[in-house]
T-cell receptor, first 114, second 114 residues
Framework: KQEVTQIPAALSVPEGENLVLNCSFT??????LQWFRQDPGKGLTSLLLIQSSQREQTSGRLNASLDKSSGRSTLYIAASQPGDSATYLC?????????????FGQGTTLQVKP | EPEVTQTPSHQVTQMGQEVILRCVPI?????FYWYRQILGQKVEFLVS????????KSEIFDDQFSVERPDGSNFTLKIRSTKLEDSAMYFC????????????FGPGTRLTVL
């Protein structure tokens, strides 16, 4: 059974810092991995999707990497801003079947201080 | 930009009552999902739906739950007889194809069972 873990659970940094959020998963036979942002009491906004054949994806100040063999993904946020404060979730999809259910980690809550 | 919408945003109900949560997926999407997030816990998969039938369901999705796509736009989750432990945020998600696509999530319905 796939288990997804995110470390740390919470992170507080000053504005402008570069930071890395970690995600690990127990079953390396993933089809893809998605990073989401969740603001308090709100829905999930998709940030990046990495296919199993890819090593990284970039969108603006965000860069996500994937190492399937070690069961790890990282989300790198460059030059953090107070508006980046949110909970960041990673989710894996197993197998190539079309159901595509996602298994989520518990999230890392990020606070960027001005 | 098209988005997944959900109604209501907050539903309060008495234990034992039936509730229907509604979702309008993105119009050209073919795969539909319900997830839930109990306060302070991980987002959990409930059910996936494709071609007018359930393609996968979790152990949470017992006989008290059902899903329906009553017309070409709505996707509903019904809980027949709510329990206190059904209190959670319920998220609807959709994606266009079965292979590599991103799942797009709605803003959620907060269900409170008293």
């Amino acid at each position: 059974k796939q288990e997804v873990t995110q470390i740390p659970a919470a992170l507080s940094v000053p504005e402008g810092e570069n930071l890395v959020l970690n995600c690990s998963f127990t079953d390396s036979a993933i089809y893809n991995l998605q990073w989401f942002r969740q603001d308090p009491g709100k829905g999930l906004t998709s940030l990046l999707l990495i296919q199993s054949s890819q090593r990284e994806q970039t969108s603006g100040r965000l860069n996500a990497s994937l190492d399937k063999s070690s069961g790890r993904s990282t989300l790198y946020i460059a030059a953090s801003q107070p508006g980046d404060s949110a909970t960041y979730l990673c989710a894996t999809r197993l197998g190539s079947g079309n159901t595509g259910k996602l298994i989520f980690g518990q999230g890392t809550t990020l606070q960027v201080k001005p | 930009e098209p988005e997944v919408t959900q109604t209501p945003s907050h539903q309060v109900t008495q234990m034992g009552q039936e509730v229907i949560l509604r979702c309008v997926p993105i119009s050209n999407h073919l795969y539909f999902y319900w997830y839930r997030q109990i306060l302070g816990q991980k987002v959990e998969f409930l059910v996936s739906f494709y071609n007018n039938e359930i393609s996968e369901k979790s152990e949470i999705f017992d006989d008290q739950f059902s899903v329906e796509r009553p017309d070409g736009s709505n996707f509903t989750l019904k809980i027949r007889s709510t329990k206190l432990e059904d209190s959670a945020m319920y998220f609807c998600a959709s994606k266009r194809t079965g292979s590599t696509d991103t799942q797009y999530f709605g803003p959620g319905t907060r269900l409170t069972v008293l």
